[in-house]
């Protein structure tokens, strides 16, 4: 039986020795009180050094599995797992509503996958052969030595200090008056949007969004069974009347507002724009929650601030920010940038969630911002997808036959069609290996059904040109 081990190089020998040893013993193959083979014996069996016999057998003991007994041998322990029947449940009875739920809002689950060789324009993460690496590396060993073992332990609730000192500088380049706010470092957007919802809404109360808007967001939202109210996009922003109209009417718990880039349009909301809509929220005392979602991409034309930064040292704007599809989406760092006292409330929400971001991954993602690798990151990125908008916005007017396409830059542009169901050119396009993302998934009233987005930050610029071809021939043949 010990000949059966086959020794590979992935593991040290004494631990794969180990692990084939208690297997054996799990299994109830070795029995309580078998004595194992002399260590000289086994090492010869498995061609390994008497040494390499000797430390997995400490393991073993270290583990509870085998007794040692001086001059007489090792002796498998009494392990005590005894069989039983089977106990079985039908998980399927047992989920909730609430999972139920979050299960059928599952795009990831639930939408057409990609498949090897497809081009996929359903992506809006940044390309990742943009990512410094070395400059990463070097951040990750420096703040490593600084900080020492202690970075491995548990940190604070709020975040690591050095990373909320460096954003709320960050936030105060961008015009933003901090005195009085605080931050709290959160799993990114998602997480960030969750705590503030879960803080500050119950069950069935109603709030404004942008229509359509973020499906992530709209999927939290009806998690939280809160009555959604879609407010029309025009084309530098939310309908401002219409905004006000709904603000005048009934009583709204927020409004959740993407200003720059949004997603799934596009838009970024003029200046004049997000000044109204601050305006209207402040007059009828109703919370602004600001999703600084990809601000940081702007390319062309002046800075425009965010609408936090319209507020001076008030404090009815929440501010979520995220690096998230620029930066390192799988470190999972955002921030909410908002009134004290609430961050102090919100504080204890993510406490009790998951006591707080990872550590480790705040304190490298600090140490690589500090050095300016950001700003120089920024600026190759910022070049590579304005290169590739440009290229994408060009070719889809070209090729898609369409009513309009929205988008001022970022990392995706927005499909009308005529009167055709996106599904159904997703549908036949899936079949020429080609896919994007169905609009309606963005829409809070079942609208959209005539639209789609198409990310391109992670689609090399030829094959924006091939896959919109694609896209274009369908529609063109859909159309008649
Ligand atoms: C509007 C919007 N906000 C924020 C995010 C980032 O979310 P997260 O930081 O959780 O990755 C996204 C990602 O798609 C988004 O579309």
């Known amino acids: 039986m010990f000949r059966d081990l086959n020794i590979n190089n992935d593991r040290p020998v004494y631990l794969q020795i180990k692990d084939y040893i208690k297997e054996l013993i799990i299994k109830g193959i070795l029995q309580k009180d078998v004595k194992l083979p002399s260590t000289r014996e086994l090492g010869e069996i498995l061609n390994v050094s008497r040494n390499t016999i000797i430390l997995a057998y400490e393991y073993l003991e270290d583990e509870g599995f085998i007794r040692i007994v001086k001059g007489r041998g090792a002796f498998v322990s009494d ?43 359903k992506s809006i993460s940044p390309d ?19 900080e020492g073992d202690k970075i491995l332990n548990y940190g604070y609730a709020q975040g690591y200090k050095p990373l909320i000192e460096y954003l709320l500088k960050y936030m105060e380049n ?3 008056d901090v005195e ?5 470092i959160t799993n990114g957007f998602t997480e960030g949007f969750d705590i503030v919802v879960s803080a500050i809404t119950n069950k069935g109360d109603k709030i404004i969004c942008e229509n359509p808007t973020h499906n992530t967001a709209i999927k939290i939202m009806k998690l939280h069974e809160l009555d959604i109210h879609g407010v029309e996009m025009d084309d530098d922003g939310m309908n401002i009347n219409k905004l006000e109209e709904k603000l005048y009417k ?24 997000r000044i109204e809509i601050f305006n209207a929220c402040r007059q009828r005392g109703v919370p602004l929650i600001e999703d600084g979602f990809n601000e940081e991409l702007r390319y062309s034309g002046s800075h425009i601030a965010p609408i936090i930064s319209l507020n001076g040292k008030g404090n009815g704007v929440i501010y979520l920010g995220s690096f ?18 609430l961050i102090s409330v919100l504080e204890s929400i993510k406490r009790s969630r998951n006591i707080h971001t990872s550590f480790l991954d705040q304190a490298i993602l600090y140490e690589y911002l500090k050095g300016g690798n950001f700003e120089k990151y920024l600026k190759r990125a910022r070049k590579e997808y304005r290169e590739k908008f440009e290229i994408a916005y060009k070719a889809a007017k070209e090729l898609i036959p369409c009513r309009d396409i929205k988008g001022e830059g970022g990392l995706h542009i927005f499909v009308e069609l005529r009167d055709i169901n996106a599904r159904d050119v997703l549908f036949e396009c899936c079949k020429n290996g080609v896919i994007f993302t169905p609009g309606d998934i963005f829409y809070t009233d079942g609208k959209g059904k005539n639209t789609f987005r198409l990310g391109f930050s992670r689609v090399s610029k030829d094959e924006i040109i091939k ?6 021939d369908v529609v063109r043949k859909m159309e008649g």
């Open 174 to 176: 961008k015009g933003v």
């Open 324 to 341: 998230s599809k620029i930066l390192f989406p799988g470190m999972r760092i955002g921030w909410i940038l908002a009134d004290k006292d």
């Open 79 to 121: 392990i005590k797992i005894k069989p039983q029947d089977n106990f079985n449940l039908s998980w399927d009875e047992k989920i909730n509503d609430y999972a139920r739920f979050a299960e059928r809002l599952d795009i990831i689950k639930n939408e057409i996958k990609w498949e090897k060789g497809m081009i996929s324009f």
């Open 180 to 184: 009085g706010k605080e931050i709290l």
């Open 250 to 273: 009934e009583e709204f718990k927020f409004v959740y507002i993407v200003p720059s880039y949004h997603n799934p349009t596009g838009i970024v909301t003029s200046p004049e724009k």
């Open 128 to 146: 990742s052969s943009l990512f410094d690496m070395d400059e990463f590396k070097k951040a990750f060993l420096n703040r490593i030595s600084m």
């Open 467 to 472: 896959g919109f071809k694609v896209i274009g």
